[in-house]
């Protein structure tokens, strides 16, 4: 019988390489050292306007897939932090200048809106398992990046606390998460759920999240 945690352990070290690139990420070190204006920032909150819009639909989706079944808890949390999310993703927009018209408005870019097309995949289709694997490998160095980002906007921009509360939610996930996710992962491969569709989850959520990043460091730089 496949073990979760072992399981977990092995993606992590196989996306080793791909976390140290989003915790490094230039678009960070840019920001700490004043190369993106506060003007540029305003495509991150379009782009993450457009992004928690589809996740919500998508975490909505997941409930309604697996709200019967043991995992349909930790898909409820997940819904419920990105309607907190989106609540607070306005305020960060509102200490830009920012209306909700003006976010509706926004283009998304197709590098940055990969990662919240694939989430829309796996939720039409992936099992709980990988939808829950892909989750947990990606959260924490976005939780991180979201954290470094917090301390950014209120030293370097003058952000109050409730502006930045979108990057604390993120920093600071519930600490019942990673062994709800666990879980979920092992009632999957108790279930038969292949090892190798786990990985795949994660491995392509990842690398979306680094197209995220990638997209909007050159956008920001034009």
Request: with cysteine; charged share 20%.
């Given at each position: 019988?496949?073990?979760?945690?072992?399981l977990?352990?092995?993606?992590?070290?196989?996306?080793?390489?791909?976390?140290?690139?989003l915790?490094r990420?230039?678009?960070?070190?840019?920001l700490?050292e004043?190369?993106?204006?506060?003007?540029?920032?305003?495509?991150?909150?379009?782009?993450?306007?457009?992004?928690i819009?589809?996740?919500?639909?998508?975490?909505a989706h997941?409930?309604?897939?697996?709200?019967?079944?043991?995992?349909?808890?930790?898909?409820?949390?997940?819904?419920?932090?990105?309607?907190?999310?989106r609540?607070a993703?306005?305020?960060?927009?509102?200490?830009?200048g920012?209306?909700e018209t003006?976010?509706?408005?926004?283009?998304p870019?197709?590098?940055?809106?990969a990662y919240?097309?694939?989430?829309?995949?796996?939720?039409?289709?992936?099992?709980?398992?990988?939808?829950?694997?892909?989750?947990?490998?990606n959260?924490?160095?976005?939780?991180?990046?979201?954290?470094?980002l917090s301390h950014?906007?209120?030293?370097r921009?003058g952000?109050n606390e409730?502006?930045?509360?979108f990057f604390?939610?993120?920093?600071?996930?519930?600490?019942?998460?990673?062994?709800?996710?666990?879980?979920?992962?092992?009632?999957g491969?108790?279930?038969?759920?292949?090892p190798?569709?786990?990985?795949?989850?994660?491995?392509?959520?990842?690398?979306?999240?680094?197209?995220y990043?990638d997209?909007?460091?050159?956008?920001?730089?034009?």
């Amino acid at each position: 019988m496949v073990d979760a945690n072992a399981l977990l352990e092995k993606i992590r070290q196989d996306l080793q390489t791909v976390t140290e690139q989003l915790l490094r990420h230039p678009y960070l070190q840019a920001l700490e050292e004043g190369k993106i204006g506060r003007e540029n920032l305003r495509l991150f909150a379009g782009e993450q306007y457009a992004i928690i819009g589809s996740d919500l639909r998508s975490a909505a989706h997941l409930v309604s897939r697996f709200g019967a079944s043991p995992s349909g808890d930790f898909f409820l949390g997940i819904l419920q932090g990105e309607k907190a999310a989106r609540n607070a993703l306005l305020a960060f927009a509102s200490g830009l200048g920012l209306t909700e018209t003006d976010l509706n408005g926004h283009e998304p870019l197709a590098g940055a809106h990969a990662y919240t097309c694939y989430m829309a995949w796996l939720a039409l289709y992936a099992s709980d398992a990988e939808v829950a694997a892909a989750y947990l490998v990606n959260f924490p160095a976005w939780g991180q990046n979201c954290g470094r980002l917090s301390h950014i906007l209120k030293t370097r921009f003058g952000l109050n606390e409730n502006e930045v509360a979108f990057f604390d939610l993120f920093a600071a996930p519930p600490a019942t998460f990673e062994g709800n996710a666990l879980s979920v992962i092992q009632q999957g491969l108790d279930r038969g759920t292949e090892p190798r569709l786990i990985q795949r989850a994660a491995r392509l959520l990842q690398a979306y999240e680094l197209m995220y990043w990638d997209t909007l460091y050159s956008a920001s730089h034009s």
